[in-house]
T-cell receptor, first 115, second 116 residues
Framework: EAGVTQFPSHSVIEKGQTVTLRCDPI?????LYWYRRVMGKEIKFLLH????????ESGMPNNRFLAERTGGTYSTLKVQPAELEDSGVYFC?????????????FGPGTRLTVL | AQKVTQAQTEISVVEKEDVTLDCVYETRDTTYYLFWYKQPPSGELVFLIRRNSFDEQNEISGRYSWNFQKSTSSFNFTITASQVVDSAVYFC?????????????FGAGTQVVVTP
């Protein structure tokens, strides 16, 4: 069974540009979570999808971040326009059953550097 | 407010020594879940263990063991006879059941360095 995959693994962009991160969850997992770790800080929750619906987006820092999960499969996280403080590692995780607080399995992360 | 505290920033040990990582959490929920994840140098987060608040039995998996004590709100992790491959950042995380939908709240992580 394939694990959670994320693309790209690294992205270096200039301030003001747009970047789109992609996450493919484990097949059959309805729940998809985005987290990020900025330099020196804790891993922080961004948002949670149940299938294609946003269940909780309380962690999204501002309206420059837009997440989608069309069709309830893969998800994208777009940052537009990117700022220096957006640099960090963005993790995606998926789980089968949020009601039971199933284990979340993480992808390898996307390291975003904004110059 | 920080709900998961990992007070140890970095622990350095020599191979074959035991190492214990502390995790203290804070919650008002009676039902909650605790997790440990390992982040090796390659960067991915690897799931190690999930424990619910009603199960206070300690657990052992090979060289890994976990000590869950509700009375002190702690969920400590011990690596016995450490090996170089154990070098990684270890994260403790809490999932509350009230208004949470499973989101994880992480501690700051503890860097473990095992030298030969």
């Amino acid at each position: 069974e394939a694990g959670v995959t994320q693309f790209p693994s690294h992205s270096v962009i200039e301030k003001g540009q747009t970047v789109t991160l992609r996450c493919d969850p484990i097949s059959g997992h309805d729940n998809l979570y985005w987290y990020r770790r900025v330099m020196g800080k804790e891993i922080k929750f961004l948002l949670h999808f149940v299938k294609e619906s946003k269940q909780d987006e309380s962690g999204m820092p501002n309206n420059r971040f837009l997440a989608e999960r069309t069709g309830g499969t893969y998800s994208t996280l777009k940052v537009q326009p990117a700022e220096l403080e957006d640099s960090g590692v963005y993790f995606c995780a998926s789980s089968k059953d949020a009601i039971g607080f199933d284990t979340q399995y993480f992808g390898p992360g996307t390291r975003l550097t904004v110059l | 407010a920080q709900k998961v505290t990992q007070a140890q920033t970095e622990i350095s040990v020599v191979e074959k020594e035991d190492v214990t990582l502390d995790c203290v959490y804070e919650t008002r929920d009676t039902t909650y879940y605790l997790f440990w994840y390992k982040q090796p140098p390659s960067g991915e987060l690897v799931f190690l263990i999930r424990r619910n608040s009603f199960d206070e039995q300690n657990e052992i998996s090979g060289r890994y063991s976990w000590n869950f004590q509700k009375s002190t709100s702690s969920f400590n992790f011990t690596i016995t006879a450490s090996q170089v491959v154990d070098s990684a950042v270890y994260f403790c995380a809490l999932s509350e059941t009230t208004d949470s939908w499973g989101k994880l709240q992480f501690g700051a992580g503890t860097q473990v360095v095992v030298t030969p």
